[in-house]
């Protein structure tokens, strides 16, 4: 692994409280990785300042930015969408991708009147193996973290604000600290740890994001399985309202 320089292992340190518990889904570790570890193993072997500098400053900003608009966030596996911080290229493709990251997690979360509860469909690819599952022609070679997706993911967030706006029947004006949830079954927090640790013992996890290549797939119905999944474990709701 690569040892950061004091400066950049030092804002790591800084921002790892953010991460609360670290809980991981991964099979063979029970916690997910400090941001310092994390970066140390995405970075090993590169001795390029100005990369790992804009590196650390980018993953310091996606950690501060989830913890901000999903301050209940379970799950903080953080390996593959790191890993793909690292790859968009040289300080300057990182700060695009950092504030892209960014600007979506406060599109969709607490700040926002989407009021999405966790960032887990997104960084766990249930949005985006959905959305490959309907065009798989054109999109089944666009990974996760890739711009054409993080493209639909902005449009969709001016299409659900437009939909809130008007008061729609799935998604409509939230009351109060009410959180969003247009899904058939509960995501309170002690059922979105079950259902997603289910999930993962059943390896019905699209993207796994605690490996640095993600291994992200779409050709399963993930989201009915999740469903499924859910009314085994009694976790059902009823229709989405």
């Known amino acids: 692994m690569t040892r950061l320089p004091n400066e950049l292992a030092e804002s790591l340190d800084r921002v790892e409280p953010l991460l609360g518990a670290r809980a991981s889904l991964a099979p063979d570790r029970p916690l997910a990785p400090t941001p310092r570890e994390l970066a140390e193993r995405v ?60 600007a979506l997690c406060h599109g969709f979360g607490l700040g926002s009147p989407l009021r999405f509860r966790y960032a887990h469909d997104f960084f766990f690819g249930f949005d985006w193996a959905r959305w490959v599952t309907r065009e798989p022609t054109s999109r089944a070679s666009i990974h996760p973290f890739d711009a054409p997706f993080l493209d639909y993911l902005e449009v969709r967030r001016g299409e659900l604000l437009a939909l809130v706006a008007q ?45 640095m290549d993600g291994e992200p797939r779409w050709n399963l119905p993930f989201a009915d399985l999740r469903t499924e999944t859910a009314r085994r474990l009694g976790l059902s709701r009823g229709t989405p309202s």
């Not at 999903?70 to 793909?84: M, Q, T």
């Not at 079954?185 to 699209?206: G, K, M, N, T, V």
Request: proline content about 6%; charged content about 30%.
């Open 43 to 102: 970075t090993a072997g590169s001795h390029d300042e100005a990369r790992l500098r804009a590196f650390t400053r980018g993953l310091c900003a996606i950690i501060r930015a989830l913890a901000e608009s999903f301050p209940d966030n379970i799950f903080w596996d953080l390996d593959y969408p790191a890993r793909c911080l690292w790859d968009s290229g040289g300080p300057r493709e990182m700060e695009v991708f950092t504030r892209r990251v960014v």
């Open 167 to 211: 008061d729609d029947a799935k998604y409509s004006r939230l009351q109060g600290a009410e959180f969003r949830n247009p899904f058939g079954f509960s995501r309170e927090p002690e059922e979105e740890l079950r259902l997603h640790q289910a999930l993962a013992r059943e390896d019905l996890i699209p993207v796994k994001a605690w490996r």
